[in-house]
């Protein structure tokens, strides 16, 4: 996809918030429900990430991707609302995958569960690891630009993200045992 | 440490993982309704002003409001009646209706004529929470239950029409976003023919005023900047509208 390169002019500025918030609210959205934010409260998250966005559009180096820039947002939006205890778990039942039309009904279904399953492995990790692992193995960003977005440093990133490959792989098996 | 360190996936959670990287984005009514939410938030704060503090909100507050509520604070008095009302129907509508359409109220503090997005234009009432800060004799004030300037009404987000509407416009943003400014113009030309009078027909010109201002037609540009200015004088494009002459915003 392709993305929008951000301007310095103050007004330009404002246009190209429309512009990233266009192209980007897919990536946003897909980055909060990874980071473990519930599907209802999707909109909630989605929009507290924009506003977070819009605020520090200035700050944005815009000689670095613009994606790991928006995942830090995204990890903290994500970090904080799991933070309250009544977010911290997915209600079993409440998945909702209903906008994803396809031609073949056992498929998708098929598709769904493996989806389900990765939502609930990545349950498994801590909000670091699930951080690093959404964003390198999902989300495709690089090592070192997700550290530079998290403020973190590149060893600590794949430290992370060794560990977190760990216990996905065993959450993932284990739960695909579990009827 | 780097990646080929790491080695590949293991075959089977790679290929978990790949499922989960072709998961569906937002659909139309989705965006739609994300976008009306997000505006009517960023007209109540202050958009140019002090960036929400990137720290922790305060556990006794709800995270979906906390930086317009931050944004509220830094508000001139004389507009607080007006910015907590659009908070309070916007905190409203995330409690009470997940999946209704923003409602945005006026208050007595602005007298400007409104716009009509509609046709006929619909008067939808949704709860809305009073901050305390907002003096209880701007709160005695009638106010209009109306849609804001720019942003499609509970009604017209019920189109049958709109995901097709809403199409066609998100071709032309992501068309301008790339510096295609020719094809958003073919797009937002269907949606002129297709909904003359569509829920989005302010949008659109908007984004037509940017695209051709993009493609150096710039009387052109002028000419409908300065219709589209007298037409929608509360619009929230204007940022769009009003972009300095030469600016690729």
Redesign the interface.
């Known amino acids: 996809m392709?993305v929008?390169s951000l301007?310095r002019?103050?007004?330009?500025e404002?246009?190209?918030f429309?512009?990233?918030?266009?192209?980007e609210?897919?990536?946003v959205?897909?980055a909060l429900?990874?980071l473990g934010v519930r599907e209802?409260?999707l909109?909630?998250?989605?929009?507290?990430v924009?506003?977070?966005v819009?605020?520090?559009l200035?700050?944005y180096d815009s000689a670095r991707p613009v994606r790991p820039w928006l995942f830090a947002f995204a990890a903290?939006?994500a970090a904080?609302?799991r933070?309250?205890s009544r977010n911290a778990r997915e209600i079993p039942g409440l998945e909702i995958e209903a906008?994803?039309p396809g031609p073949d009904a056992e498929e998708q279904a098929a598709?769904n569960e493996?989806?389900r399953?990765?939502?609930s492995?990545l349950d498994a990790l801590d909000q670091h690891k699930r951080e690093v692992f959404v964003a390198?193995?999902?989300e495709?960003h690089?090592?070192p630009d997700i550290a530079s977005a998290l403020g973190v440093s590149?060893?600590t990133v794949?430290?992370r993200?060794?560990l977190a490959?760990e216990e996905?792989?065993i959450a993932?098996?284990r739960s695909r045992k579990v009827p | 440490m780097n990646e080929r360190d790491l080695g590949p996936l293991p075959p089977d959670v790679a290929d978990a993982v790949a499922g989960e990287r072709t998961r569906p984005g937002v659909d139309a009514v989705t965006r739609a309704r994300i976008r009306t939410r997000l505006h009517a938030t960023l007209l109540a704060g202050p958009a140019g002003g002090t960036p929400p503090a990137p720290d922790a909100p305060p556990a006794s507050a709800a995270p979906g409001t906390m930086s317009g509520l931050r944004a509220l604070r830094s508000l001139h008095p004389g507009l607080t009646a007006a910015v907590g009302f659009v908070v309070g129907v916007t905190t409203g509508i995330a409690a009470h209706a997940w999946l209704a359409p923003a409602v945005v109220h006026r208050s007595a503090t602005d007298v400007t004529p409104l716009t009509p997005i509609t046709e006929p234009p619909s008067a939808t009432v949704a709860p809305a929470p009073v901050p305390r800060a907002v003096p209880p004799s701007d709160l005695a004030a009638p106010r209009e239950a109306t849609a804001s300037p720019g942003v499609p009404s509970g009604a017209a987000l019920a189109a049958p029409s709109l995901p097709a509407e809403r199409a066609l416009l998100d071709i032309a943003h992501t068309a301008l976003a790339k510096g295609e400014a020719t094809e958003a113009l073919d797009a937002l030309g269907q949606h002129a023919k297709k909904f003359p009078h569509g829920v989005y027909r302010e949008e659109r010109e908007a984004l037509t005023i940017k695209a051709l201002r993009s493609l150096g037609r710039t009387d052109e540009a002028a000419r409908r900047a300065a219709a589209f200015t007298a037409r929608y004088p509360n619009s929230l494009f204007r940022s769009i509208v009003e972009a300095a002459p030469g600016s690729n915003p």
């Open positions: 392709g929008p301007a002019d103050p007004a330009a404002r246009v190209d429309q512009a990233l918030f266009e192209a609210l897919d990536y959205w897909n429900r990874r209802a409260d909109d909630d998250q989605v929009n507290e924009f506003l977070r819009h605020g520090r200035s700050e903290r939006v904080e609302h933070r309250l906008h994803d598709t493996k989806r399953l990765v939502l492995a390198v193995e999902i495709g690089s090592g590149v060893n794949y430290s993200l060794r490959r996905f792989t993932l098996r």
